[in-house]
């Protein structure tokens, strides 16, 4: 699933569950933002791209 608002285009991971609790991202310029997909009015939290490439590694090792 993919929102859009604004020009900001949130993706949501292909593991969500149907209850939308999951994480969705937005790939910015510098940076990548997460949030709640279940609260789409949620706080957003950013990571710098190499600490996102780093996070979603360490993850997937573990998945």
């Given at each position: ?24 991202v937005c ?37």
């Amino acid at each position: 699933m993919i929102t859009r608002i604004g020009s900001v285009q949130w993706h949501e991971s292909s593991y969500s569950v149907d209850d939308g609790s999951c994480l969705e991202v937005c790939p910015l310029a510098a940076d990548v933002a997460a949030r709640d997909s279940k609260l789409a009015e949620s706080p957003v939290i950013s990571f710098g791209r190499r600490q996102w490439t780093d996070f979603v590694r360490s993850v997937t090792r573990v998945a």
